[in-house]
């Protein structure tokens, strides 16, 4: 009868348990590397799509804390706080992301998030390389 003998699978197998648990720091870099790509991306395509009577809306246009909810860590990015006349920035981002009566929407943020998927997810990709590389893997 055969026999099959092997040199390194444990060393291997620790490796793929490791990566099986990818540590929080990772995530978090992934996370902010996506963010570096589309923060500026909304802001760029709210004032080329006239986002931008005052710019305030545009200038509002940030990143969140990372959080922590039931599907993992996440982070949003969006319109804060108020305008001088007291309504949310969000509100207005909604009112020109969909539009209203007499005023054609002007989808600012879903724009500059399809411009930018690839780009995000490359920066993600060699987040995790980057990872990945460190594991010898």
């Known amino acids: 009868m055969g026999s099959i003998t092997t040199i390194g699978l444990e060393n291997l197998i ?19 590397a ?14 080329s799509m006239g986002v931008y009577r005052t710019g305030v809306t545009k200038g509002s246009i940030k990143r969140t804390k990372i959080k922590i909810g039931k599907d993992g860590k ?5 319109p804060q706080g108020k305008n001088t006349a007291g309504n949310t920035n969000a509100e207005v981002a909604f ?3 969909f539009g209203k009566k ?13 411009n930018k998927t690839d780009q995000a997810v490359e920066q993600a990709r060699k987040v995790l390389d980057t990872f990945i590389s460190s594991k010898n893997l």
């Not at 007499?102 to 399809?114: D, G, L, V, W, Y």
């Open 14 to 32: 620790d490796d793929l348990s490791s990566l099986a648990q990818i540590p929080d720091t990772v995530i978090d870099d992934i996370l902010t």
């Open 95 to 97: 009112v020109n992301e």
């Open 74 to 78: 996440y982070l949003d990015i969006y």
């Open 34 to 47: 996506q963010a570096d790509v589309i923060e500026p991306e909304q802001r760029k395509m709210a004032k």
């Open 102 to 114: 007499n005023q054609p929407a002007r989808p600012f943020i879903r724009t500059a998030n399809e």
